[in-house]
Each structure stands twice: as structure tokens, then as C-alpha cells.
Nanobody
Framework: QVPLVESGGGSVQAGGSLRLSCTAA????????MGWFRQSPGNKCELVSR?????????YYADDVKGRFTISRDNDKNAVYLQMADLKLEDTAVYFC???????????????????????WGQGTQVTVSS
């Protein structure tokens, strides 16, 4: 596995914005799907968004973030971003960056198993939304 490093998490009030970043040490960003999973206490690990590099940058968004979150990538910087706007209390979670040839799984029990389910998996960054 190649380490993926997330940044940009933090605390924000409801209605605010954050941008998560994910970078890797190699140059394989243009060869795989990139995405973001998240998990909050008591909930499953769910795919928030995914960008498919080879398939004309096809993007997936979970229903509850459509219209508020935007995923993008910069292959020159080996980075993928998740711009989050109009944040809600229910967006509070640990967010994990993921990379694999194809990301088709949208939900599984626990993000702690992400590192063996996918080729590359980040350490997670906390996003906390308060009222």
C-alpha cells in the first residue's frame, strides 16, 4: 500500500464549509478511482463520493451530500479534494481517502477494515459540525 495523507478536517458550524485534501507519494492518481468514505459512531462506513479517472471522470455522490459536496482531483499534484459546503450536523464523521482500480463498494461495516478492502486507504480526518 501507498500511504494516503488526508488533511483539511476540523470543526465548523452548521452551514459552513471545509475542503478535504488527500495526497499520495506516488504518481498513480491518474490510474485509479479515488474516493472518500466516512463513518460516524453507530453507523456503517459509507462511500461519500468517488471520481473515476478512466471513465471520463464519472462522479458518484451519496444521496445525502448531492448538491453540497464536490469531488475533484489534480493529477499533477497527486491530490484529490472534497469540497464540502452547507455542512450539516449529520456530516460529522471521520473521513477516509481511498484509492483502487475500481471503487464499487458503497458501504461496509467498519472503516477500520478499509486498508485490506482497498489498495490504498488513508488514516482518516475528523470533521465535526456543530450547531
Amino acid at each position: 500500500q501507498v500511504p494516503l495523507v488526508e488533511s483539511g478536517g476540523g470543526s465548523v458550524q452548521a452551514g459552513g464549509s471545509l475542503r478535504l485534501s488527500c495526497t499520495a507519494a506516488d504518481n498513480a492518481f491518474d490510474e485509479a478511482d479515488m474516493g472518500w468514505f466516512r463513518q460516524s459512531p453507530g453507523n456503517k462506513c459509507e462511500l461519500v463520493s468517488r471520481i473515476s479517472i478512466k471513465r471520463d471522470e464519472n462522479r458518484y455522490y451519496a444521496d445525502d451530500v448531492k448538491g453540497r459536496f464536490t469531488i475533484s482531483r489534480d493529477n499533477d499534484k497527486n491530490a484529490v479534494y472534497l469540497q464540502m459546503a452547507d455542512l450539516k450536523l449529520e456530516d460529522t464523521a471521520v473521513y477516509f481517502c481511498v484509492r483502487d482500480a475500481r471503487i464499487s463498494m458503497i458501504r461496509f461495516n467498519d472503516c477500520s477494515s478499509g486498508s485490506w478492502r482497498f489498495r490504498d486507504w488513508g488514516q482518516g480526518t475528523q470533521v465535526t459540525v456543530s450547531s
